[in-house]
């Protein structure tokens, strides 16, 4: 698996998004399965795994991770996020998000974020946390005193290195004058363009980016056409029964173009990703080990610049139906 670079952490150019494992998120899943798919992500390479301890009630998808890395913890960048998961009893402030819910509520207060940092360890297993993310900016926080108090988990070995997740370019900035931001892991595909501002603070600064949901919760596969129950995409806008035929019409285009290179649809979107910047990382999720593979194999695609420029002329047609706010 090629490998990148993330401020001073590698790793592999395409990991492993493990939020998908925990029930609730697409639909049923069990352990057996989540656990045999993350084995698979691990086996084939993909050992950047992401996770949170807000995915799963109680922790489960950081104990799933932690019994998967168990014996070969050294193979595996574990990252991890905090803020979403409020400890009991404990304020909250609301942030605004494009789902029906309308918003998740958040705490990154510093005086917690040890608090959260032991608690992933013990779901996860390990004495370290090699990226650890704060999952969202919390609007009652001014984020530097956040990162300083993850700066003071850096110095005392509880964690690697400093993320920061669904940022602005100025929350960056403000973040990385105070300790040295490893990562931002900001929503990013062929149908959620980056923002620019962010990915030129993260150049200037020399963060590295990785990208979530880089499969568009799964639109940008082609295959999705219809929800099954319990599946967290019916809080989407974009894939409501109304918007969903839609968007898939305004796609087949690109689902061409991938056919005529004699690629999928998933391994076009991913590749197409890797070639946007050379920071920029990727960590699709996959209950399958044949979908797991298909997507780590993008790692080794290369787009000729005319391909490139045909993919982005068929985006500029692509209208999305169904909301811009993430
Ligand atoms: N920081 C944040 O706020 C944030 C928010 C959302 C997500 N994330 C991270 O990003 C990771 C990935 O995001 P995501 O799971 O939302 O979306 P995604 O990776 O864009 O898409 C996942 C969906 O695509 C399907 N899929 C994957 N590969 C496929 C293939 N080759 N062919 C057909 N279908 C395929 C999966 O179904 P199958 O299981 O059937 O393959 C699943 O339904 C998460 O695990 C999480 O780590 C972070």
Redesign the pocket.
Known sequence: MKTRTLGSLQVPAIGF????LSPG??GEIDDTRAEAALKSALDAGGTHV???DAYGPNGHNERLVGRAIKGRRDEVVVAT?FGLAIPEGEPSRSHPVGYAFGELRVNAEPRLVRRYAEGSLRNLGTDVIDLY?A??PDPGVPIEETVGALADLVRDGLIRHIGL??VTAAQLRAAHAVHPVTAV?N?W?MWRPVDADLLAAARELHVGIVA???????F??G?VSALGEDDFRHNAPRFSAANLAGNNDRYAPIKALAAQLGI?P?QLALAWLLHQDEHVVT??????PS??E??LAAADLTLHSDTLARIDEALSRFEVSGGTLL
């Open positions: 998004g493990a939020m998908v998120v697409y992401d996770t949170s996020k993310y999952h969202y997740s669904n892991q929503e595909s979530w949901s880089p499969l568009g919760n799964g940008l596969t295959t999928t998933a960590i699709p999720g996959s209950r399958t979908h797991i298909e997507n």
